[in-house]
């Protein structure tokens, strides 16, 4: 079970704020009676015993090291570096965009990964409680962080059963998607042999004659087996008017995703234990099946155009304000730092781990991810576009759609087709698993180390409960219009909020807590300093990256719909109550402990501007 030392033993957020306001009026009345700030060799002592109370704290570690890089891998690589790297590197220059991509990771992803593992590791603390080391105040930083991650678990985990459905459809005799003569098919369903001949035959004038007008009308309203499958059958999104009227709940996928909510379970339950044990499966097994299919889809005719499609650089997108941009936010959303999440698994290390090089590993291993879906993903996508004689562009290859529609209409058409179909769905299940497991664990560790009497000693009963919280939650997303609220929930729930945070976090850290004091934590942990290349992109570069990335997130922002649906207006204004609902508890909670914290406001004040 689960312990935390260094933490109020109360088990109410107003007793552990009185408890923190009452150690901070005394630290400042030290320092008003000494009338003087300590000198640095004064502070070392105190330094040397923090680590050592930190070091020997009894807190639960990993068994293994590889265990803890599984489990950041596993985080990290998910559902995005299948679904939307591959599109925003061929939409913003192909092999051009790398260039940013890596610019971009260097100087403003890296170091905000790197700074979340070290400090996680450092104060052994989850991503509320850790506050109370480096600024009180923004204690609130870690309830939004909470709530982001709740948000992220009622639509997530929905995804993922999309993906544990087609799993079971895919043991079937023949694929589902394959053909046009199902009950849930429309009149306009074509298979890919039927759009190529009618493909060819509009291509070729004097054979079709006064039939031409007939046969393209034919070819632009005709959609796949896969589309219909996935919207009419998987989805029934026919049957709803999006989120006005959601529609019946769809049994079958409550019942896929509560499958993925026992696994989740039964992976979180007794901490880090029973979570390095599940990461050698779900970790290890996505890329097994990504050269598996890679050394199928580079067979495919056709592969050699959609890779071509994928890296040809187009030099001149790099003047492009929006490509560097795009660089950045798909970097910072890949590496995952503000979730918690780095915090929370890197705080069960042993404490003098090299965490130094655990960050630069596993953010390579992840970007290569990245680069090696893309290839898998568009030897598929160039096949497809050349047994349907179209162009890449016109498949619809983002998001969702992607691998719930392209990839399966791909694999309906290859040879023993069940056998690909099972092993792809079996890989989006364990990228998904891992990051659900992340974000989730996020929120445990967090909640049980700030209250440890209550649910730190009670783990696997408040992992139960709070799975059940996340189900109910998810239940909406599982109706007829469920897509259109994991859309709603995708951009309003982490989004800008997310960005926010982490800004503030790198802003606290680099600022107020100070990067000469941060170095000195590393130091202690691996018995050097970081070189002045991390100093200099915490103190000026990382806090800058995330601001800009906010700003333009903010002011390039549109109401949210899609090619087929439009939201309402006062669902964009829930979205926004939804955005507010996770960052006002980072102002709100400075509120409180201003209110709380005996002393004058000019006091109180300036202990929080030099931290504690």
């Known amino acids: 079970m689960l312990s935390s030392t260094g933490t109020s033993d109360g088990s109410s957020a107003e007793s552990i704020a009185q408890t923190d306001a009452n150690n901070i009026s005394q630290r400042l009345t030290n320092k008003v009676d000494n009338n003087s700030a300590p000198s640095e060799s004064c502070n070392k002592p105190a ?249 199928r889809g580079i067979t495919l005719e056709g592969a050699e155009d959609g890779i071509r499609y994928y890296l040809t650089p187009k030099w001149e997108k790099l003047y492009t304000p929006r490509v560097w941009i795009d660089a950045a936010t798909q970097i910072f959303f890949s590496l995952g730092p503000g979730f918690g999440t780095l915090l929370a698994l890197s705080s069960y290390n042993k404490f003098h781990n090299n965490c130094y090089r655990d960050a630069i590993i596993t953010s390579t291993i992840n970007c290569l991810t990245s680069f090696l879906a893309g290839f898998v993903i568009f030897s598929v996508v160039g096949y497809m576009a050349k047994m349907q004689n179209k162009q890449i562009d016109e498949l619809g290859i983002e998001g969702p759609g992607l691998i719930f529609i392209v990839y399966p209409e791909a694999i309906a058409n290859m040879i023993v087709p069940n056998f690909w179909s099972i092993i792809f769905f079996l890989m989006l299940i364990t990228l998904g698993l891992d990051s659900t497991f992340g974000g989730l664990e996020a929120i445990i560790t967090a909640l049980c180390d700030e209250y440890p009497t209550l649910l730190g000693r009670n783990r696997e009963v408040f992992v139960a409960v709070l799975l059940v919280f996340v189900f109910i939650g998810s239940l909406p997303t599982c109706t007829q219009g469920g897509y259109y609220l994991v859309n709603f929930l995708t951009t309003y729930g982490p989004g800008i909020s997310v960005i926010f945070v982490v800004f503030v976090e790198a802003a606290a850290v680099c600022w107020l807590y100070g990067t000469k004091r941060f170095s000195g934590d590393i130091e202690r942990m691996i018995g050097k300093q970081p070189s002045m290349f991390w100093k200099i992109t915490w103190q000026y570069i990382s806090p800058v990256f995330i601001l800009i990335i906010f700003i333009f997130s903010f002011f390039s922002y549109e109401d949210l719909n899609t090619a087929q649906y439009q939201y309402p207006k006062w669902s964009i204004i829930v979205g926004w109550m939804l955005t507010l609902s996770s960052i006002i508890c980072v102002p709100l909670y400075i509120v409180y402990m201003f209110i709380v914290t005996p002393g004058s406001t000019i006091e109180v004040r300036q202990y929080y501007l030099i931290t504690n």
């Not at 890919?192 to 070729?204: H, K, S």
Request: proline letters at 4%; one cysteine or more.
């Open 47 to 295: 330094a040397d015993a923090l680590t050592i109370a930190l070091a020997t704290d009894g807190r639960e570690t990993w068994d293994k090291k590889i265990e803890f890089l599984l489990a950041v891998i596993g985080f990290a690589v998910d559902l995005g570096n299948v679904w939307r790297f591959p599109y925003v590197c061929y939409a913003n220059g192909g092999g051009a965009f790398l260039i940013p991509y890596c610019i971009m990771l260097i100087f403003g992803g890296l170091p905000l990964f790197y700074m979340e593992l070290a400090l996680g590791q450092y104060y052994r603390s989850g991503c509320i409680t850790i506050w109370r080391h480096i600024c009180p105040a923004l204690k609130g930083i870690g309830y939004a962080i909470c709530i982001i991650d709740l948000y992220v678990g009622m639509h997530y985990n929905t995804i993922i059963s999309w993906a544990v459905y087609y799993l079971v459809q895919s043991f079937r005799t023949e694929l589902p998607w394959i053909s046009c003569k199902n009950d849930w098919n429309t009149p306009d369903c074509r298979t890919m042999d039927e759009l190529a001949e009618m493909g060819i035959a509009a291509n070729n004038q004097s054979e079709v004659g006064e039939n031409m007008t007939s046969i393209l009308t034919n070819v632009s309203t005709s959609t796949s087996p896969a589309k219909e499958y996935y919207e009419r059958q998987v989805l029934e999104m026919h049957l709803s008017d999006g989120l006005e009227r959601l529609g019946d709940i769809r049994w079958p996928l409550v019942f896929c995703v509560l499958i993925v909510f026992i696994l989740v379970y039964f992976s979180l339950w007794k901490g880090v234990r029973s979570t390095g044990k599940a990461v050698w499966i779900t970790a290890l097994a996505p890329y097994c099946v990504l050269f598996i299919l890679l050394g």
